[in-house]
């Protein structure tokens, strides 16, 4: 069974520029969830969708934005790129996002340099 | 608002011996499940075991094992017998369990390192 992939693995961007991240979950999987990953820190939740609704953003600006898919692929957009956007962002997607045992699995993510 | 503290940036461990890796949480959360993650040089982020925070025994995923004292505010990782693949960043994470947040917040990590 393939895991969760994200596209591209790598990316260099200029300043200002946009960039959008790709994430298909695992098959079956109806919650995605986008983190950002800065150099020598823990992962940083930035959104989360279930069945193409925003359940959960975090403390991030405007120039980030996401949405899902009918077919609960995400995508993961960043506007206006600053330097400080240089960062691992990590996808994850889960089978339920009710209560229970919640197991994430995570993408290899995107690796965006910001130059 | 939740709070992962991990308080050791790195640690070195022999081959063969057990390493514990430190966690501690702050949350007001009722209920809620703690988490480690294992990630390599790769950067996947690696499930290795989850506890609830109503469960009575301390959870244990072959060769490791969550020390949840509730009391202490604290789920640290135990890992026996070390092999030269367990070399990663180890993150502790928590996401509570009611409410409509469903977001792991996450640790600052440890980085491991087993020595030959």
């Known amino acids: 069974d393939a895991g969760v992939t994200q596209s591209p693995t790598h990316l260099i961007k200029t300043r200002g520029q946009q960039v959008t991240l790709r994430c298909s979950p695992i098959s079956g999987h109806k919650s995605v969830s986008w983190y950002q990953q800065v150099l020598g820190q823990g992962p940083q939740f930035i959104f989360q969708y279930y069945e193409k609704e925003e359940r959960g953003r975090g403390n991030f600006p405007d120039r980030f934005s996401a949405r899902q898919f009918p077919n609960y692929s995400s995508e993961l957009n960043v506007n206006a790129l600053l330097l400080g956007d240089s960062a691992l962002y990590l996808c994850?997607?889960?089978?339920?996002?009710?209560?229970?045992?919640?197991?994430?699995?995570f993408g290899q993510g995107t690796r965006l340099t910001v130059v | 608002a939740q709070k992962i503290t991990q308080t050791q940036p790195g640690m070195f461990v022999q081959e063969k011996e057990a390493v514990t890796l430190d966690c501690t949480y702050d949350t007001s959360d009722p209920s809620y499940g703690l988490f480690w993650y294992k990630q390599p040089s790769s950067g996947e982020m690696i499930f290795l075991i989850y506890q609830g925070s109503y469960d009575q025994q301390n959870a244990t995923e072959g060769r490791y094992s969550l020390n949840f004292q509730k009391a202490r505010k604290s789920a640290n990782l135990v890992i026996s017998a070390s092999q030269l693949g367990d070399s990663a960043m180890y993150f502790c994470a928590m996401r509570p369990i009611s409410g409509s947040a469903r977001q792991l917040t996450f640790g600052s990590g440890t980085q491991l390192t087993v020595l030959p």
């Open positions: 994850a997607s889960s089978l339920i996002i009710g209560t229970g045992i919640f197991e994430a699995f």
